[in-house]
C-alpha cells in the first residue's frame, strides 16, 4: 500500500460513525429550517432541541410538556397531569417516582432488591433489636415477631401522608416553651456531664498532614474525635492486638481505619444499612480481614455471625443516631457467642432521632 493510500485509509471513518455523523447533520438542518417534528424544548447545555417524540397535541414530548400549554387533546392533558406529579416511592420515601410509574417502579426498586438481599444474610433476625419486645414487657428478644415479610419494614422513614400530619401537628406547637420545659427537666434530673478530650497516637501522622495541607476545621474537626474515641478505648483497656473490632453505623469507615493503624492483623466488621462513596476497606486490616455486611442494626444477630465466633469482640461506633444507638446496645445486650470479652465504645451524633418503642431503658 502506497502512502497516499494509507493516508486515505487512515481518514475514513468507520461506517458507524459516517452513519451517526450524516444523523446529526440532518437534525442540524431540520432545527435550522423549522423542520423539526421532536420535542421543541431547547436543551441549553447542549445546544440543541430535546429528541424525545412529541405528545399527542402539543410541541413538547412527555418530559416537557408545560401545563400552561394551550392543548385540545384530553390525553396529552392526562400525560401532564400524571407525568408532571412526583409521589414518594412507597418503599422508599427518601426519592420520588412518578405516579403513573409507581407500580411498575416497585418492582424495581432498589430498596427492594437490597432488603431482599439482607434477609437472606446469615445474621439476619427480623426486629431482633426493636423495642417491640419491650413494650409487651417483656426483655426476651426472641418473643418478636421474626416473620418480617414487607419490604416496607426494612426502611424506617414515614409515609408521605404521615410526615404531612406531622408537620401539621407540629405547626401549632409553640416551640420556645416545648424547649424551655425540655431544658427546664434536663438541668434538673442530668448532673453535669464533664468533657474530656483525648489524643491518639494512630490519629497523630494523619492530623499532622491534614493540618500542613490547610485542611478545614470540620475535616480536622472528625480526625479530632476519631482519636479521642481511640483514647478514651486505649484508657480503658480495650484496644488489643486478639480482638475482632466491629464498627457500627461505620459509613466510610475512617475510625477502623485509624485503628488499623496499630492492629494491621486484627480482623474489623463493617455494619452500615446503607452504601457510602469513598470506603476506605480496602486499607482496613490484611489478609482480607476486614468485612463489610450491609444490614440495618435492629436486624443485625451477632450470634450468628462467624466473624465474631472466636475472638473477645469489642463494637464502636461514630454518629450513631439516637435509635440506632439505642438497637446496638441491645445488639450487644443479646446473648453472644463465648469470648474473654465483650466490650463498646459508641460516640452518639449531636442530633439524635429518639423512638419511645426503641429505649433500651425499658428491657436493659
Known sequence: MSTKEAAAAALTKPPHVSERLKRKREKAKAMKDGEWTQCMFKLERKNRFCNVARVEGSLYCGNHVVDDEGVVSQKTKKYKQELCKRVPCTLDPTHTVYLFDLKKHLVICNKLKEAEVM???????????????????????????????????????????????????LAGLDFNTFAAKIDAAFDKHVPVIPTQTLDHAACNTLLQQKQAAGANHSILRHIQQQASILGHMESKKLLRSDCVYVELGAGRAM??????????????????????????????????????????????????????????????????????????????????????????????????????????????
Not at 437472606?120 to 426476651?140: E, K, M, Q
Not at 415479610?149 to 404531612?164: L, M, N, V, W
Not at 461514630?318 to 441491645?330: F, P, Q
Open 119 to 169: 434477609r437472606s444474610l446469615p445474621f439476619y433476625t427480623a426486629n431482633i433489636n426493636s423495642g417491640t419486645h419491650a413494650a409487651t414487657g417483656t426483655s426476651d428478644p426472641s418473643t418478636t415477631v421474626q416473620d418480617d415479610t414487607s419490604a416496607t419494614d426494612e426502611h424506617s422513614g414515614p409515609s408521605s401522608d404521615k410526615q404531612a400530619s406531622l408537620f401539621q401537628t
Open 255 to 364: 475510625l477502623s481505619l485509624a485503628l488499623t493503624q496499630m492492629y494491621p492483623s486484627s480482623p474489623f466488621v463493617l455494619i452500615d444499612r446503607a452504601g457510602s462513596r469513598g470506603k476506605a476497606d480496602q486499607y482496613i486490616a490484611l489478609d482480607n480481614k476486614c468485612t463489610r455486611a450491609k444490614i440495618d442494626i435492629r436486624h443485625l444477630n451477632l450470634a450468628k455471625m462467624d466473624q465474631v465466633a472466636h475472638q473477645p469482640l469489642v463494637c464502636l461506633s461514630k454518629h450513631l443516631c439516637g435509635v440506632a444507638t439505642d438497637l446496638s446496645l441491645r445488639a450487644l445486650a443479646n446473648p453472644l457467642p463465648a469470648g474473654p470479652s465483650d466490650d463498646a465504645t459508641e460516640a452518639p451524633t449531636g442530633h439524635p432521632q429518639k423512638m419511645s418503642s426503641h429505649l433500651v431503658g425499658l428491657a436493659i
